[in-house]
């Protein structure tokens, strides 16, 4: 299905797989570990040279996933996303000028926030689903626990230092739809190619908020 708004992609699950890929050949057989296992939304970080090749493989050869793109950090970034394939991008913080193109280009955008301001930014320019990231280290519950006073209508997916421990407390704040977690992709598992393993993390992953 092709996603026209980030909140969206919230109803694929709980939690959305922040995932750094170091080698083009691991993108596909990753992928479908993890829609096997149920996740279909992954955030494909752009953090690593063969990020955008990735993406690409992932948009070409595994129809059932939806494939975004993270660290989106400029314009160009979000235009190469879009070109690869991308469903939709994911910021680290918010910039007016991303948002803006993401919406020209027709790129769904959840934008990053940590800030009562930057919440107010993204609104401004018709926001409303946002990142808050990174999550624990900006204050965790607490902190959206005091967002949801002042931004009653605005809906997070906390991402940054959430494991399966923490993600179920997170996930049970009215104003939390999602979360973004590293651990259902874990290094190790990619080097080894041990797609079984992400398979079971991604199956775990699902049945979190339940």
């Known amino acids: ?47 690593t040279p063969v ?23 400029s314009v160009a970034d979000a235009r190469a996303a879009f070109n690869a394939g991308c469903q939709f991008a994911v910021t680290p913080g918010y910039v007016s000028e991303i948002g803006l193109e993401c919406r020209e280009i027709g790129l769904p955008l959840l934008p990053g926030v940590a800030t009562a301001s930057e919440v107010m930014a993204a609104n401004i320019d018709g926001f409303n689903f946002l990142k808050f990231f990174p999550a624990t280290a900006a204050g965790g519950i607490p902190m959206l626990k005091g967002l949801a006073g002042p931004f009653a209508d605005v809906a997070f997916c906390p991402t940054g230092g959430l494991t399966p421990q923490n993600a179920p ?19 190790d598992a990619v080097q080894a190619g041990d797609w079984g393993r992400i398979t079971q993390l991604a199956r775990e992953a699902q049945a979190l908020r339940g």
């Open 51 to 73: 990020a955008l090749q990735c993406m690409e493989a992932i948009a070409r050869e595994v129809p059932d996933a939806i494939v975004g793109a993270g660290t989106v950090r």
């Open 1 to 47: 299905m092709a996603v026209t708004n980030p909140i969206e992609l919230a109803g694929f699950g709980p939690v959305i797989p922040v995932i750094v890929l170091q080698r083009l050949e691991d993108a596909v057989p990753m992928a479908q570990a993890l829609v096997e296992g149920g996740v279909r939304v992954l955030e494909v970080t752009l953090r």
């Open 169 to 187: 407390d997170f996930l049970a704040l009215p104003n939390v739809k999602v979360c973004g977690g590293s651990w259902l992709t874990p290094a």
